[in-house]
């Protein structure tokens, strides 16, 4: 019996657990560190004009988080509203990294690569001598990025939170289609934006059933270029 | 049942998203319960299952569903 030479180099090919819906809809995919990412659907332009009319939804699960816990987070001053219970701060590293207060000693940082080193640099910089317990969380959580102007009537029709009540730069854990979710919503962008995170298990589920209960408000995937260009 | 509880960390939700944990109790010297499944105000404890994931102690009228006072179960850390 002989098994086949590992190839030179060759590293793992990384899919979100909406690969396989993309796939279906004829996604363009591109590379990032060996993610398997959607770039377009239906184009750019195209995609971009129907989240600015309506809302669009792209799959960020890719992109690297990392969380940070412990008491000694209760302690530490941070500049912004991640100060606070619920604060979500924007700092900037390789692109917008936010950091989401949860709880007074649980924070969430997510960035817009996926590269965690941009995290694990950002974490020093915030907390340089605090004792932390720090996890890579990037395939624990499924992560979209909503986008649009009837997203909060979406939202609407998948969860009790009044989305009205959560303010720019905050965070909230909820329910969402039955499960948890994690809701933030970012410093203010040019359309209205919100980001979903939910366990990456439940990733799938999820998507489909924001597509299902939201078939009237006009929801479209949209690639990493169209939500790049929008927010 | 429909009401709402204030969570510390997470603000005011829909009871949906607590699991009840059942009422926390007196015991009398001689072991038994007192205060126990009557009208009225009981002290309870809640997890917030949806939210932030921790221990309640919550005084709710049960006739009513009017909550009167919630705050963080011992051993919980705001």
Same mark, same amino acid.
């Given at each position: 019996?002989s ?7 060759s590293r793992p090919v990384?899919?979100?657990p ?9 996604a363009?995919f ?6 398997q990412v959607?770039a377009?659907?239906t ?7 129907? &989240? ?8 960020l ?18 500049e912004?509203?991640?100060g ?5 701060s ?12 949860? &709880? ?8 817009s &690569? ?6 694990e640099k950002?974490?020093q ?12 969380? &990037? ?16 939202v ?5 939170l ?14 969402l ?14 359309v ?17 059933t ?7 408000l ?7 270029e169209?939500?790049?260009?929008l927010? | ?7 510390p ?17 007196e ?6 319960a ?5 009208p ?11 939210g ?10 049960v ?16």
């Amino acid at each position: 019996m002989s098994s086949a030479p590992a190839a030179a180099g060759s590293r793992p090919v990384l899919r979100t657990p909406l690969h396989h819906w993309h796939n279906k809809r004829q996604a363009r995919f591109t590379d990032l560190d060996g993610w398997q990412v959607p770039a377009s659907f239906t184009g750019v332009d195209e995609e971009v004009a129907g &989240t600015r009319h309506a809302a669009g939804i792209a799959d960020l699960s890719a992109f690297a988080k990392l969380s940070l816990r412990g008491p000694a987070l209760a302690g530490l001053k941070l500049e912004g509203k991640a100060g606070q219970p619920r604060g979500v701060s924007t700092y900037w590293s390789d692109g917008p990294i936010l950091a989401c207060r949860l &709880t007074p000693d649980r924070m969430l940082l997510l960035a817009s &690569t996926t590269t965690i080193s941009v995290l694990e640099k950002q974490r020093q910089e915030l907390a340089p001598s605090a004792e932390l317990i720090a996890g890579d969380e &990037t395939p624990a959580y499924a992560g979209f990025g909503l986008l649009g102007p009837r997203i909060e009537e979406l939202v609407r029709h998948v969860s009790p939170l009044d989305l009205s009540t959560l303010a720019e730069e905050s965070c909230a854990e909820t329910r969402l289609a039955g499960v948890q979710a994690l809701l933030i919503r970012p410093a203010k962008l040019p359309v209205p934006s919100l980001r979903l995170y939910v366990s990456w298990d439940l990733g799938e589920y999820v998507w489909e059933t924001l597509f299902e209960r939201s078939r009237h408000l006009g929801l479209i995937p949209i690639g990493l270029e169209a939500w790049k260009r929008l927010s | 049942m429909s009401f709402q509880l204030t969570c510390p960390n997470c603000g005011l939700r829909e009871v949906g998203e607590f699991r009840y944990g059942g009422e926390i109790v007196e015991v009398s010297l001689g072991g038994a319960a007192v205060n126990s499944n009557l009208p009225g105000k009981q002290v309870e404890r809640w997890y917030h299952l949806f939210g932030c994931r921790r221990w309640l102690k919550v005084e709710r009228d049960v006739r009513n569903n009017q909550v009167h006072s919630v705050s963080w179960l011992e051993g919980e850390t705001g």
